[in-house]
């Protein structure tokens, strides 16, 4: 039902209207399936931010904890501009996922930089890394890859941007653990088959048009197979130089 729900000229207090009814009646939905996840078992209170993205949650999991199947990925806790990038990037087709597109379709930009605030200020364990069913050796190939890069193909390291701890790097680059080997394995293929853009000069394409499908194996078997350790938080900004010029850091 939401992949047919259309924003594209309703007002933000129009918006605002309607979230507030489609979470009274998502809380009722949600008593067992969604909140379920959510230990503490809160209730959504109308008229917050919490009920206003109960649609993400649905899919993205309680506080954007990230969803079940391994294809709906963590929210919560991510850098602020980041988020709000891929909104304007999903709104604004420069990532392809439908349902994404039709929930964003014409809602303004201060609207969108809400709801990324919201999840980036959310902050709720990760859980054990699932165990990568590999060999040893595929392991090193995609530890080397993310920790050493391979200068002779003109890959840097996934460390030399996303940070030393792969927390990410404000003001927009995400950390790349606690996610799914399916999900790291489907963005990098995204950018690779033209699914997935950011903006100019768009670092990850090139970066992923490096990588061959035996990269990707090893290195998404090894990031997903991390364990997160606490506090996992973004390094600062500008705390190193980048190897590569990335349009999406440098988008204020």
């Known amino acids: 039902m939401l992949a047919l729900i259309s924003f594209r000229s309703v007002s933000l207090p129009a918006f605002r209207a309607f979230c507030r009814g489609f979470a009274a009646a998502f809380v009722v939905f949600m008593?067992?399936?969604?909140?379920?996840?959510?230990?503490?078992?809160?209730?959504?209170?109308?008229?917050?931010?919490?009920?206003?993205?109960?649609?993400?949650?649905a899919c993205h999991g309680a506080q954007g904890r990230a969803g079940a199947d391994g294809y709906y990925p963590r929210l919560a806790g991510k850098?602020?501009?980041?988020?709000?990038?891929?909104?304007?990037?999903?709104?604004?087709?420069?990532?392809?996922?439908?349902?994404?597109?039709?929930?964003?379709?014409?809602?303004?930009?201060?609207?969108?930089?809400?709801?990324?605030?919201?999840?980036?200020?959310?902050?709720?364990?990760?859980?054990?890394?699932?165990?990568a069913d590999v060999?040893?050796?595929?392991?090193e190939a995609g530890r080397k890859l993310a920790m050493d890069g391979d200068a002779a193909r003109g890959l840097p390291a996934c460390a030399s941007c996303h940070g030393?701890?792969?927390?990410?790097?404000?003001?927009?680059?995400?950390?790349?653990?606690?996610?799914p080997r399916d999900y790291i394995g489907a963005q990098i293929g995204g950018w690779k088959n033209g699914l997935?853009?950011?903006?100019?000069?768009d670092c990850m394409a090139d970066i992923s048009n490096k990588l061959t499908p035996a990269d990707i194996g090893a290195l998404t078997a090894w990031l997903s197979s991390q364990p997160v350790a606490e506090p996992y938080a973004p390094d600062a900004a500008d705390s190193v130089r980048?190897?590569?010029?990335?349009?999406?850091?440098a988008q204020r």
């Not at 969604?34 to 993400?56: E, N």
């Not at 030393?164 to 996610?179: H, K, N, R």
């Not at 980048?242 to 850091?249: D, R």
């Open 164 to 179: 030393a701890a792969l927390s990410g790097m404000l003001p927009a680059i995400p950390g790349l653990l606690g996610l």
């Open 135 to 139: 060999s040893a050796a595929t392991l």
């Open 242 to 249: 980048l190897p590569v010029e990335c349009g999406s850091q």
């Open 79 to 131: 850098p602020q501009d980041y988020l709000y990038h891929q909104l304007l990037n999903f709104r604004d087709g420069r990532r392809q996922y439908r349902p994404m597109a039709h929930l964003l379709s014409g809602l303004p930009d201060d609207y969108l930089r809400e709801m990324a605030a919201y999840f980036s200020g959310q902050h709720v364990a990760y859980p054990p890394p699932a165990r």
């Open 31 to 57: 008593t067992t399936p969604v909140l379920a996840q959510d230990s503490s078992r809160q209730t959504l209170l109308p008229d917050t931010m919490a009920a206003r993205v109960a649609a993400c949650t």
């Open 196 to 201: 997935r853009h950011a903006a100019a000069p």
